[in-house]
């Protein structure tokens, strides 16, 4: 590959781990960047089995994702429909906490794991024999707690991407 385009495509991945941190799809970008790239030269940059590799790891991430956002909650005894309520809670958080805090990617974060356990603890309120407020307390940390692994997760998966389709840039 020239060079040039493994030094771009290297910037580009480390960048987009990035995205991953604002809840955008980074590790999707990078294997969409790598078969481009495959695509439109003439010969193949990446081998195809290194595209299989970085499809299956950014499938991991999601489902690292997933599951580790409702597992918090559901660790602290949260009902099903308040595991779900967590994951579309951190989804809604990270865009309001985006838009509403000065500093993106904390915002992101910070906004993804308050409306995770903000959304259990709503969704856990509205079941009669769950309305202990410490009970309510746990699922709530539970959900913040497992939203933020999820995204530690979902990094690291991201950096391994990058790490590994930069490195095949330049061999």
Sequence with gaps: MDIVIAILFTLSSFLLVFAVLL???????????AM???????????????????????????????????AGAKAMGASKRSVVASVLGGIVGAILGTIL??????????????????GAVVFEFTIADRRDLKHLRGIGTGA?????????????????????????AFV
């Design 101 to 118: 805090l000065p500093v993106p990617i904390i915002g992101t974060i910070l906004g993804s794991a308050l409306g995770a356990g903000a």
């Design 23 to 33: 809840t955008l799809p980074g590790t999707w970008l990078m294997v969409l960047m």
């Design 36 to 70: 481009l790239l495959n695509l439109t030269m003439d010969s193949d940059p990446f081998s195809w089995w290194t595209i299989g590799i970085a499809i299956a790891l950014a499938g991991l991430g999601e489902l690292l994702e997933l599951v580790a956002g409702g």
């Design 144 to 168: 913040f707690t497992g939203r933020l692994l999820a995204t530690v997760l979902k990094t690291v998966v991201a950096l391994v991407m990058a790490v590994m389709l930069s490195v095949a």
